[in-house]
């Protein structure tokens, strides 16, 4: 599973790692408003929830469904500006009904995003679905929604406002902190794919982004629990560093918009990151009674396939194909002790199942 960005025969000039302000903005406001995605920024989350106006507090809270579960594409400039200013001089510049479109796709719809839907504004339908998600949400986002239709320029200008005011607030003094090292990932970035390749600057982005050549083509590949297809040639690639996006990873790949990429500038090192289908298959290797059964012996000593068949009281050939699948799984160490093989739980690979599904979905 993944989404796959069409770059065959992009010059690699068209490939560029940037920060973005408002990007990172966006990550903050999340941080704020889903703080359990981000255990690592407790200290300044917390710091800065204590310190924020009631009133300014509010009003994030009204427009948080842009930037809560899933993050509003206008959040993720392709061509990012030295300062938010700028970039919120970009978004002035958007027509209403893109700017609408964007901001009120709230569901994270994987079948609805790939294909693009007519903006509210001009639809029937979209606008029932919009006001419809938004109810969903509670009352007072469903106020903001019913504004944001009625009087598309007004909720704008408040938008623009709300932003302007976290700057002032706490964002100003962060971004000053953060953007040096943004500033110089991105370099490290831009300076590896000029010396070794583009293979190469992408799995240091992030080891869930990837290469893909054949007599086809070229592609990125991002590894999420999703599919989803886009083609930049003749247009460009955007790839952001982010300090507040981990565990996140992510990729604008909506028609009509250019490819975007958002990235941890730097993630812990907890063992790597591991891929989805990784973890898609362990999951599974898990689910068997029996197995769980296996492992409750193979959590403590090594075991061959004759001890655990009599503990058990099933023939070897089973035994042998339920381990077969915990290897395959990678959960298993297997080593060889004269005419006997031994195998064993990988402990170490099975404490991590917890935290690599949580990175998993929440890529």
């Given amino acids: 599973m993944s989404v796959t960005i069409d770059i065959t025969g992009l010059p690699h000039e068209r490939i560029t790692f940037c920060p973005s302000p408002l990007a990172e903005l966006g990550n903050a406001l999340h941080a704020l408003a889903e703080p359990a995605h981000h255990g690592r920024l407790h200290a300044w989350t917390t710091a800065t929830s204590g310190a924020l106006e009631p009133e300014l507090a509010d009003r994030m809270l009204e427009a948080d469904f842009m930037w809560r579960s899933t993050r509003s594409d206008f959040l993720m400039p392709a061509r990012p500006r030295e300062t938010l200013a700028e970039e919120l001089d970009d978004l002035d510049r958007m027509d209403d009904e893109k700017f609408v479109g964007t901001a009120l796709e709230i569901s994270c719809s994987t079948s609805h995003y790939p294909k693009g839907l007519p903006s509210p504004l001009v639809d029937p339908w979209s606008r029932r679905r919009a006001l419809d998600l938004a109810a969903a949400r509670g009352p ?58 583009l293979a190469e600057a992408l799995t240091a982005a992030s080891p869930a982004l990837s290469l893909e050549e054949d007599e086809h083509g070229s592609r990125i590949l991002v590894d999420k629990l999703l599919h989803g297809r886009t083609d930049a040639r003749g247009t460009a690639v955007t790839l952001l560093p982010s300090v507040f996006g981990w ?32 973890v898609k298959l362990r999951l599974d290797a898990l ?8 492992c409750r012996n193979l959590s403590r000593a090594a075991y061959s396939t004759s001890e655990l068949a009599d503990a058990y009281g099933i023939t070897a050939p089973e035994v042998s194909r339920h381990l077969a699948v915990l290897k395959k799984a990678g959960l298993l160490i297997t080593r060889r002790r004269g005419r006997y093989v031994l195998h064993q739980l990988d402990i170490s690979v099975v404490a991590r199942i917890g935290s690599d599904f949580l990175e998993s979905v929440l890529r």
């Fill in 140 to 197: 007072r986002q469903a106020a903001f929604v019913e504004r944001m239709l009625a009087d598309p320029t007004a909720t704008r200008a408040w938008i623009r406002r709300l932003l302007e005011d976290c700057d002032r607030a706490f964002f100003a003094d962060t971004w000053r902190r953060v953007r040096v090292q943004l500033t110089a990932d991105a370099q490290h970035k831009t300076d590896l794919l000029r010396r070794k390749g």
């Fill in 247 to 278: 565990p996140h990873l992510f990729t604008l790949y909506g028609p009509g918009w250019q490819p975007v990429i958002q990235y941890p500038a730097a993630t812990p090192d907890v063992g790597g990151t591991v891929p989805v289908e990784t």
């Fill in 287 to 294: 689910t068997h009674p029996m197995r769980m059964n296996l």
